[in-house]
């Protein structure tokens, strides 16, 4: 049985490794199934529009991750803990969101590597589902699988990039008229970058990557510079994908192309590059996919072992459990895996402003839990600003969820 994801000792100088495994495991977190159908969606609606509200969206996502990973970091501490040191009873709370959303989400997840697998090979959608989730527990019951994860985000969030890259070339989408749009928006579509914003950054995905720098020993003070560059860079990589994204839809709707089918994304991907683009697009969608079911599904068990020495033992037992209750939830579910992405994300906006707003309640009034050290005023003031917006997200998500199940 593995032991790579137990908690580690904690070490003086980070590991280029250790540190591209937790940005990638944020990145590709939030780069999952529903990240590709919003962007999809919204290029189609606003066209070139679409550059300002993904430029908006990436500086509030930085400004919630730059709080979330240094008061983690700083602490040394789970977000679960530090909210049982705020109240106690508060952690196991914030667990139950966490591991309710996270759970929701993978099912979703995995709906979305069914869908990328019949785009591949035309695979049945439930067998695809399964054969994926199987892959994933594979990850979990390798020797050294914290290594295994870490390499495995990193190769498939590089290969995403790479291969929508190729498409967004292929396509000739209008940069000039898109890098105009950025600064000078001929439309502010505010539902977009709500919608945009808790995708990225909300439920379990605001805490994949620092869990992990915990869970490996990143942590204390003099490690400040290391969790805070490691946030930044994150989000960074989550915006390439969302702009090379971007750019391969927006070249094929600029190009007069109707995107008319329930699937535009291969749609778009077909008309760029052919038959190769359907491949393409299904090959990103399940490499998408399944990173994002690796990091539901590890984050989410970061949350409970904390909790019981019994827990933290059985840790690789647990993430396997997690993704095998996923995909029989998955298999046995009468919703179509559409469906279960929009109430994943409807989700994820409702887990965000509880826990964010307790990491900022630490950072304001607990100095004693950050080990005497002194939080930046301006990083809380960036903070507070964005969980005010969080709040709104949180109540965006509330009417998704009634509409869903309305």
Same mark, same amino acid.
């Given at each position: ?179 105009t749009e950025t600064v000078l928006p001929s439309q502010v579509d505010f539902l977009s970058i709500t919608t945009l914003i808790g995708g990225t950054v909300g439920g379990y995905i605001t805490y994949a990557g620092a869990h992990r720098l915990v869970d490996v020993g990143v942590t204390g003070p003099d490690q400040v510079a290391a969790v805070s560059r490691s946030s930044i860079v994150s989000l960074l990589v989550t915006g390439v994908m969302r702009i090379v994204l971007f750019l391969a839809i927006l070249g ?66 647990? !993430?396997?459990? *997690? $993704? =095998? ?11 179509? +895996?559409?469906? #279960? @992405? &929009? ?14 707003? !307790?990491?900022? *309640? $630490? =950072? ?11 939080? +930046?005023?301006? #990083? @809380? &003031? ?19 969820? =009634?509409?869903?199940?309305?």
């Amino acid at each position: 049985m593995a032991d790579e994801i137990a908690t580690g000792p904690k070490a003086p100088t980070p590991r280029r490794g250790t540190l591209l495994g937790a940005v990638f495991l944020m990145a590709t977190s939030a780069v999952g199934p529903g990240f590709i159908t919003q962007t999809t969606e919204f290029t189609i609606q606003l066209g070139a529009a679409f550059a300002f509200a993904i430029l908006v969206s990436v500086l509030v996502d930085i400004a919630v991750q730059l709080n979330v990973w240094r008061i983690i970091g700083v602490s040394g501490m789970r977000a679960q803990d530090l909210g049982n040191k705020v109240l106690p009873g508060l952690g196991y709370v914030m667990a139950a969101l966490v591991v309710f959303g996270g759970l929701v989400f993978n099912i979703g997840n995995i709906a979305g590597t069914s869908l990328g697998l019949d785009a591949l090979f035309g695979l049945n959608t439930t067998i695809g589902g399964v054969l994926s989730a199987i892959i994933a527990i594979g990850i979990f019951l390798s020797r050294r699988a914290g290594v295994a994860m870490d390499r495995i985000v990193v190769v498939l969030g590089v290969a995403m990039i790479l291969l929508t890259t190729f498409v967004a070339i292929a396509s000739a989408p209008p940069v000039g008229r898109a890098m105009t749009e950025t600064v000078l928006p001929s439309q502010v579509d505010f539902l977009s970058i709500t919608t945009l914003i808790g995708g990225t950054v909300g439920g379990y995905i605001t805490y994949a990557g620092a869990h992990r720098l915990v869970d490996v020993g990143v942590t204390g003070p003099d490690q400040v510079a290391a969790v805070s560059r490691s946030s930044i860079v994150s989000l960074l990589v989550t915006g390439v994908m969302r702009i090379v994204l971007f750019l391969a839809i927006l070249g094929v709707v600029a190009g007069g192309v109707a995107l008319t089918s329930a699937n535009p994304t291969a749609e778009a991907f077909e008309h760029a590059t052919g038959q190769l683009g359907m491949r393409l697009f299904g090959m990103i969608l399940w490499a998408a996919g399944i990173t994002s079911v690796v990091g539901a599904a590890y984050t989410s068990v970061s949350f409970l072992v904390t909790f019981s020495a019994k827990l933290e033992r059985g840790r690789n037992w647990l !993430v396997v459990g *997690f $993704v =095998a209750v996923s995909a029989v939830v998955f298999a046995l579910l009468n919703k179509a +895996p559409t469906t #279960l @992405l &929009v109430l994943a994300g409807a989700l994820n906006g409702l887990i965000l402003p509880v826990g964010f707003g !307790v990491l900022l *309640f $630490v =950072a304001a009034k607990r100095g004693d839990l950050l080990g005497g050290y002194r939080y +930046p005023r301006w #990083l @809380l &003031v960036v903070g507070v600003l964005a969980w005010l917006l969080t709040l709104y997200l949180g109540y965006n998500s509330l009417s998704g969820i =009634a509409e869903l199940w309305g």
